[in-house]
């Protein structure tokens, strides 16, 4: 998917301190969970609940649990610093910080606007876009579809294993979709090559035979992933509508989203009795 993204030059020191601000406001839970934290700098605390919630958001994919961390850390103790030295009454930072406000609060409107009407494209819809735009999906690198499941119980992920060697991934999954010690599980999930994270990971997929049962792997530090591999493509093929419709469906929502919006705002310009002065 394309990510449209708004690049504002001003001076990279600030913006490491609007970021550790921000930070500091919405990221960062205080000491009311002080058994559970992972990391905590004065009275800003990171818990467990924190850190696997950010990891899960999609402005951190691929992000590794202790880049999360240092990251977090490195942030919190340069705001810190930049509040002991008056930074947060510099004039320069409140000029940024405002207009930051109005921007944030602009997206947070958009975005509920989009919430409350959202629109679903049809399947036909879906059909005539992929066929009037069919290059657009062309895989730019080798492609799989597999099956995947991640416990934080080693035992419970050889168990499963052994189960799904024995019969298919739906019979087997049913006797795990509301254990405890699964963490996610996806099915018929589609990923090109350098998509795959983490390395231990993607090493494994691209062995794999189709059908192919994987061994248990620790992808990360007390979680166990089992995968099995169902289909693989080779790069600069023009996929069937069937493998990437979800892509398809998510790319036209964004195109009507867009558009709705842009008639949102184009009625809010008309009712507000826009006046521009030309110079």
Not at 49 to 76: P, T
Not at 90 to 110: I, N, P, Y
């Amino acid at each position: 998917m394309m990510n449209l993204v708004r690049h504002i030059r001003i001076n990279n020191y600030l913006i490491i301190i609007i970021f550790a601000f921000a930070l500091t406001l919405f990221g960062c839970s205080k000491e009311e969970k002080p058994s559970k934290y992972v990391a905590k700098i004065n009275k800003s605390v990171l818990t467990e609940e924190d850190l696997k919630s950010a990891l899960k958001d999609e402005r951190n994919k691929g992000i590794y649990r202790e880049e999360y961390i240092n990251n977090w850390i490195k942030s919190e103790i340069l705001y810190e610093e930049a509040a002991d030295k008056g930074l947060l009454n510099d004039a320069e930072f409140k000029s940024l910080l405002d207009r930051t406000k109005k921007e944030l609060a602009s997206a947070l409107l958009v975005r509920k606007i989009a919430d409350e009407n959202k629109i679903e494209p049809t399947d036909d819809e879906i059909k005539k876009y992929f066929d009037s735009n069919k290059d657009d999906f062309k895989l730019v690198d080798d492609a799989y579809i597999f099956n995947e499941i991640n416990f934080n119980d080693y035992n419970k992920a050889v168990e499963f294993r052994n189960s799904l060697l024995e019969t298919e991934w739906n019979r087997a999954l049913n006797q795990y979709r509301n254990d405890q010690s699964v963490i996610e599980l996806q099915s018929k999930k589609m990923l090109l090559k350098y998509q795959i994270q983490p390395t231990t990971l993607l090493r494994v997929i691209t062995t794999l035979d189709v059908n192919e049962v994987s061994v248990v792997l620790e992808t990360e530090q007390k979680e166990f992933t089992v995968v099995q591999l169902l289909e693989k493509f080779g790069k600069d093929l023009i996929p069937s509508l069937d493998m990437v419709k979800t892509e398809v469906k998510e790319r036209l929502s964004i195109i009507k989203r867009n558009q709705y919006i842009k008639e949102y705002i184009d009625k809010l310009i008309a009712d507000h009795n826009l006046e521009i002065e030309r110079y």
